[in-house]
């Protein structure tokens, strides 16, 4: 086969010589085919831009879905064709064939995930002959992550990650940097994509398609679809970025689609043929043309030539546009080439034209009238959470792989960095893929994490074993970890503690400052003792855990695991453990002799053993009061700050539209009705105190359950949620939402974090760059959430953080909502195909998927608010690290280090500084990206520059050179700032930019202004490594 491709590829490039003369007499040739006796057409297609005409770039494409209807695998090499004829494989083989048939040719290619594949199966030879192509500019990649990622549901440091591994690729084997942003399918998008994943990877644009209706027809007629766009308060035109809006969608006007089954006209030039038609077709060309500069500022408009998985006989298109091309420019009414979005931006740059300026972002998406894109915000629910717990673990697992030391060949982390960069897909954490292709993408992270976990085990085995004998090798294998925690499933802590064996539990902290934080574990048995790192007794609380949970745990451990559970925990063990910056303390627990003094069990009362009318949990500063005869949540007070407020927190559901005309399904939020869910007869509700935390369990029906956790030394309230399954048999889908309301004057007003970063002001039933007409008074004031939402009534601010993507708003005054999970009996008609109706199965045994999670509660005085959503909130992204491993006797203190800062013992990050990537490269290399938390005037304290001392990062090391590179590490920041184009910007107006200054190669200090974040490669000089010790 390889010799018969072998062959294909020589003539090809005979053909390609001959041609090269030809073009050379293709005025020759032309007149010779005005006699009508010539066969053979050469079409000039050489054109460039033309400063006085209309110039139509045409740009070819192929938006290839990194796993959608079909997994990234099936869409790579064309399997499961009867779901969709789309193979990857064909796009690019014969798009290289085309390319190299003719060098005016041109074509972008945009998802890294799928050009790897390709890549690594090919040879030598075509390998020398792609890399010309991308060398002289006819093959461009743009964008360059591994997918194109989704805009409402992925967390900031996940978008940078999934773009780093695609960029590094391209660096790698190409030596080429991206510059251009292509996010054309997205549902909606985000200002950290302009700013964050645009202007600071050293994108000078981006071009998008899907856009609000009622926007784009205003920016139609006032030909603003192209603007300049500052996503960023805090960063403003230090990180703007030319935007183009196409004005349709991602494909080219009517009629000029080429596929093979595609039903365009062709261009028919053989006049001695019938239906030739080259000046209609000419004509139609023109007319789209004039119709778009019409609604376009400059001379300049683009054609994205493509669309989903086209090329896959890249010559049906190639043929076509190159006819187009020769003809038009014949005709010489417009000017047509063969372009890239690159090209475009550098033309439309050139035209020193002032653009509009964008602020904000563009969500929430509608495409009609009833059609709201704000349902995906939250399908899928413990998809995406499991997609960002990885992306934590995914954190912490390379900066431990950093401390051991990277290891290429045996376990790593890249299947993992590889599954979660797939993951972040705009049809893959945004829960609008089909069932299997779901399951596939969990089944990727699933395997990653299997190795990431032996990463961690091993690491935590070197570094306790660090300052001692040396000799690691023997608890490698002893290290467990649990990641069905939240099930209470967790089978070493769970094992009964006998004969004098004791738990040994490390608790690891990925963040630059000390954290004390209660640790929960399920246990077997009751007279307990936890012992911290000096060998100190501390307090812990033993908790009662109730048989809806144990019947939760057991279904789940058996659907996920095959088997079910051989043991069957009893309590709930809690404690505080303190643990140091970037390092580890070790939990001792073992069974209580009777002179000791053993954990304390929580009292238990229920409504029923209690007389009162209401009852206050909260052992610390946070008070919440419920009213005992329903169990609802009434006053909310902190005595240290003096925060008094009435409280309400409530569920509800929205009953899913079935129309035909517009069903809410997995992409559309389109509800018929609200309803209100009450507690069902008078289920009783239970109250368990004790000196680390309380805790108010509520069953409100057979599908929901909640669980307000007070912390005695937090202030902040924890709900922890269980719902599911949604009873569908009324035939009706639902999606549950909870309310948080207080009586707060919010004046339609509440702020939403854009991917987990900056927080943007949203109006209730407005928007900030047309006049809203409102159709959807609920999904259309919807918006993505990743960090939290609060609301503000000028003396007091209610914060809301979550643990996954959601979507939120807030539709009253004073009150937040959360839409938790969702099921639904209608397909929305937007492609996928399918019900977001998702199961779980043991064996063939299915029932409704069943969601828990967390979110959590805070009210603050005015101004006091962001310290907590955004300390905390890094804290909810990178929780503690549990591991867990058995002592026999009293051996490990006396073999292990018990606690442990991996940078220096007198430093700590401040709590707006987080390190948000610490991890070796292949190279040796190690890639540091640390993150200013807070956003410009959020906070008195902490919106300020923050420094970060690098010798203190890593002591015991001594660092030979540090480079500062843009965010995706693909080249040095300086000679990224020097290439930036600037734009001309109408009504611009700001106040000063707040920066980091340049790292003095002596003192290596870095400075973050405030939502800066900075990458670096750093290396050191390894024969000085531990040179200390
Ligand atoms: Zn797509």
């Given amino acids: 086969m390889a010799s018969y491709k072998q062959q294909i590829r020589h003539s090809r490039e005979e053909l390609k010589t001959m041609k090269q003369l030809l073009n050379i007499a293709t005025l020759l040739v032309l007149l010779c085919c005005l006699?009508?006796?010539?066969?053979?057409?050469?079409?000039?297609?050489?054109?460039?831009?033309?400063?006085?005409?209309?110039?139509?770039?045409?740009?070819?494409?192929?938006?290839?879905?990194?796993?959608?209807?079909?997994?990234?695998?099936?869409?790579?090499?064309?399997?499961?064709?009867?779901?969709?004829?789309?193979?990857?494989?064909?796009?690019?083989?014969?798009?290289?064939?085309?390319?190299?048939?003719?060098?005016?040719?041109?074509?972008?290619?945009?998802?890294?995930?799928?050009?790897?594949?390709?890549?690594?199966?090919?040879?030598?030879?075509?390998?020398?002959?792609?890399?010309?192509?991308?060398?002289?500019?006819?093959?461009?990649f743009i964008n360059?992550?591994?997918?194109?990622?989704?805009?409402?549901?992925?967390?900031?440091?996940?978008?940078?990650?999934?773009?780093?591994?695609?960029?590094?690729?391209?660096?790698?084997?190409?030596?080429?940097?991206?510059?251009?942003?292509?996010?054309?399918?997205?549902?909606?998008?985000?200002?950290?994509?302009?700013?964050?994943?645009?202007?600071?990877?050293?994108?000078?644009?981006?071009?998008?398609?899907?856009?609000?209706?009622?926007?784009?027809?205003?920016?139609?007629?006032?030909?603003?679809?192209?603007?300049v766009w500052q996503g960023s308060k805090s960063l403003g035109s230090?990180?703007?970025?030319?935007?183009?809006?196409?004005?349709?969608?991602?494909?080219?006007?009517?009629?000029?689609?080429?596929?093979?089954?595609?039903?365009?006209?062709?261009?028919?030039?053989?006049?001695?043929?019938?239906?030739?038609?080259?000046q209609e077709r000419v004509n139609d060309f023109v007319d789209a043309a004039i119709a778009q500069a019409n609604e376009t500022r400059t001379n300049h408009i683009m054609w994205a030539m493509g669309t989903d998985f086209r090329y896959q006989y890249a010559v049906s298109w190639f043929r076509q546009i190159d006819k187009f091309i020769h003809y038009v420019n014949l005709d010489g009414r417009v000017n047509a080439l063969y372009?890239?979005?690159?090209?475009?931006?550098?033309?439309?740059?050139?035209?020193?034209?002032?653009?509009?300026?964008?602020?904000?972002?563009?969500?929430?998406?509608?495409?009609?009238?009833?059609?709201?894109?704000?349902?995906?915000?939250?399908?899928?629910?413990?998809?995406k959470d499991y997609v960002r717990k990885m992306s934590g673990y995914y954190v912490v697992a390379r900066q431990l792989e950093f401390?051991?030391?990277?290891?290429?060949?045996?376990?790593?982390?890249?299947?993992?960095?590889?599954?979660?960069?797939i993951a972040q897909h705009h049809d893959a954490v945004s829960g609008t893929q089909r069932q299997h292709v779901a399951s596939d993408y969990a089944l990727r992270i699933g395997k990653g994490y299997a190795e990431a976990e032996k990463v961690v085990a091993s690491s935590l085995a070197f570094l306790t074993a660090l300052r001692t004998s040396g000799n690691h090798e023997n608890s490698v294998g002893t290290f467990q970890q649990c990641p069905l925690l939240n099930i209470s499933y967790c089978p070493p802590s769970e094992a009964v503690l006998s004969d004098g064996k004791s738990l040994v539990i490390v608790v690891y902290n990925p963040l630059g400052w000390k954290r004390e934080e209660v640790v929960r574990i399920p246990v077997s048995s009751h007279e307990l003792i936890v012992l911290d790192s000096d060998g100190k007794e501390i307090k812990s609380q033993l908790l009662p855990i109730f048989n809806a949970s144990l019947n939760m745990r057991n279904y789940h451990v058996k659907a996920y695991l095959?088997?079910?559970?051989?043991?069957?925990?009893?309590?709930?063990?809690?404690?505080?453990?303190?643990?140091?910056?970037?390092?580890?303390?070790?939990?001792?627990?073992?069974?209580?002799?009777?002179?000791?003094?053993s954990s304390t069990m929580s009292t238990v009362w229920t409504s029923d053993s209690t007389s009162d009318k209401t009852v206050v949990i909260g052992g610390g500063n946070l008070k919440l009061h419920y009213a005992t005869d329903e169990g609802k949540l009434t006053h909310y007070i902190n005595k240290r700050n003096l925060v008094e407020e009435s409280i309400e927190h409530s569920y509800s559901y929205y009953s899913g539209h079935n129309s035909t005309n517009q069903a809410s399904g997995a992409y559309i939020f389109r509800p018929s009705g609200t309803f209100p869910i009450k507690s069902e007869g008078q289920k009783a509700f239970a109250i368990i105190k004790g000196p680390i935390m309380d805790e108010v369990h509520h069953e409100l029906n057979p599908w929901m359950y909640q669980v307000t956790r007070v912390y005695k030394e937090k202030e902040?309230?924890?709900?922890?949620?269980?719902?599911?399954?949604?009873?569908?048999?009324?035939?009706?889908?639902?999606?549950?939402?909870?309310?948080?309301?207080?009586?707060?004057?919010t004046n339609k007003t509440f702020y939403i974090d854009s991917n987990g970063r900056d927080f943007i002001k949203r109006v209730r039933d407005f928007r900030p760059d047309w006049d809203l007409q409102v159709n959807e008074p609920v999904a259309g004031n919807y918006y993505p959430i990743n960090l939290g939402a609060y609301v503000e009534d000028g003396t007091l601010e209610l914060s809301v953080l979550v643990d996954r993507a959601v979507g939120g708003s807030s539709?009253?005054?004073?009150?937040?909502?959360?839409?938790?999970?969702?099921?639904?009996?209608?397909?929305?008609?937007?492609?996928?195909?399918?019900?977001?109706?998702?199961?779980?199965?043991?064996?063939?045994?299915?029932?409704?998927?069943?969601?828990?999670?967390?979110?959590?509660?805070?009210?603050?005085?005015?101004?006091?608010?962001?310290?907590?959503?955004?300390?905390?909130?890094?804290?909810?992204?990178?929780?503690?690290?549990?591991?867990?491993?058995?002592?026999?006797?009293?051996?490990?203190?006396?073999?292990?280090?018990?606690?442990?800062?991996?940078?220096?013992?007198?430093?700590?990050?401040?709590?707006?500084?987080?390190?948000?990537?610490?991890?070796?490269?292949?190279?040796?290399?190690?890639?540091?990206?640390?993150?200013?938390?807070?956003?410009?005037?959020?906070?008195?304290?902490?919106?300020?520059?923050?420094?970060?001392?690098?010798?203190?990062?890593?002591?015991?090391?001594?660092?030979?050179?540090?480079?500062?590179?843009?965010?995706?590490?693909?080249?040095?920041?300086?000679?990224?700032?020097?290439?930036?184009?600037?734009?001309?910007?109408?009504?611009?107006?700001?106040?000063?930019?707040?920066?980091?200054?340049?790292?003095?190669?002596?003192?290596?200090?870095?400075?973050?202004?405030?939502?800066?974040?900075?990458?670096?490669?750093?290396?050191?000089?390894?024969?000085?490594?531990?040179?200390?010790?």
């Fill in 562 to 597: 095959g088997v079910s559970p051989s043991s069957t925990p009893q309590y709930w063990l809690g404690f505080t453990a303190s643990v140091p910056p970037l390092g580890f303390s070790t939990y001792i627990i073992s069974g209580a002799k009777h002179t000791d003094t």
């Fill in 716 to 745: 902040h309230a924890e709900v922890e949620f269980t719902i599911g399954p949604i009873p569908i048999d009324d035939g009706v889908g639902k999606e549950i939402t909870t309310q948080i309301t207080t009586n707060f004057k």
């Fill in 339 to 383: 372009s890239t979005p690159s090209i475009y931006t550098d033309a439309k740059h050139a035209a020193d034209e002032t653009w509009p300026l964008k602020t904000d972002d563009f969500f929430p998406y509608a495409d009609k009238v009833n059609t709201y894109w704000t349902g995906y915000f939250t399908s899928r629910p413990t998809f």
């Fill in 238 to 278: 230090s990180s703007q970025l030319f935007t183009g809006i196409f004005p349709r969608h991602y494909d080219p006007p009517d009629g000029f689609t080429f596929e093979i089954n595609d039903v365009s006209a062709p261009i028919q030039d053989d006049e001695l043929l019938f239906d030739y038609n080259v």
């Fill in 811 to 1029: 539709l009253v005054d004073g009150q937040i909502e959360l839409m938790l999970h969702r099921r639904l009996l209608f397909d929305d008609v937007k492609g996928v195909g399918e019900l977001l109706n998702e199961t779980i199965c043991v064996l063939d045994d299915c029932k409704g998927l069943v969601v828990q999670g967390k979110f959590y509660i805070r009210i603050d005085p005015m101004g006091d608010g962001a310290k907590w959503r955004r300390t905390f909130g890094q804290e909810i992204y990178s929780p503690l690290l549990l591991a867990f491993a058995e002592q026999d006797g009293n051996d490990w203190k006396n073999s292990h280090a018990s606690s442990l800062s991996m940078i220096d013992a007198s430093y700590s990050l401040s709590n707006n500084t987080a390190i948000i990537t610490l991890q070796e490269l292949e190279s040796g290399t190690v890639l540091l990206r640390l993150a200013h938390l807070y956003e410009v005037g959020e906070d008195k304290d902490y919106s300020v520059m923050a420094s970060v001392e690098l010798k203190k990062l890593f002591p015991n090391r001594k660092i030979s050179k540090v480079r500062e590179m843009n965010l995706s590490g693909n080249q040095e920041r300086g000679e990224m700032e020097k290439k930036r184009l600037n734009w001309k910007v109408k009504d611009s107006s700001e106040t000063k930019i707040v920066r980091g200054g340049g790292v003095d190669p002596e003192k290596l200090v870095v400075e973050l202004g405030p939502m800066e974040i900075r990458t670096f490669f750093i290396d050191f000089d390894y024969l000085m490594m531990f040179a200390s010790e």
């Fill in 35 to 140: 006699g009508g006796e010539c066969k053979y057409m050469v079409y000039d297609t050489s054109h460039k831009i033309q400063p006085n005409k209309i110039n139509v770039h045409l740009v070819p494409h192929s938006h290839d879905d990194v796993g959608w209807l079909k997994t990234v695998d099936q869409y790579y090499t064309g399997a499961n064709n009867s779901i969709r004829g789309a193979c990857v494989q064909n796009v690019l083989d014969s798009v290289i064939s085309a390319l190299i048939d003719d060098k005016n040719r041109k074509f972008i290619y945009v998802e890294m995930a799928f050009f790897q594949r390709w890549w690594n199966q090919q040879s030598e030879m075509l390998k020398i002959k792609v890399k010309e192509l991308v060398n002289t500019g006819q093959l461009e």
């Fill in 144 to 227: 360059g992550g591994m997918c194109m990622h989704d805009e409402a549901t992925p967390h900031y440091i996940d978008l940078i990650d999934q773009t780093t591994l695609g960029h590094m690729f391209i660096k790698r084997e190409f030596g080429q940097k991206p510059r251009v942003g292509w996010q054309i399918d997205p549902f909606g998008h985000s200002a950290v994509q302009a700013y964050l994943l645009g202007a600071e990877l050293g994108f000078d644009s981006v071009f998008f398609a899907r856009m609000d209706y009622q926007d784009r027809e205003k920016r139609k007629n006032e030909k603003t679809l192209e603007v």
């Fill in 403 to 421: 401390y051991k030391g990277r290891n290429s060949s045996g376990p790593n982390t890249d299947a993992l960095g590889d599954a979660l960069a």
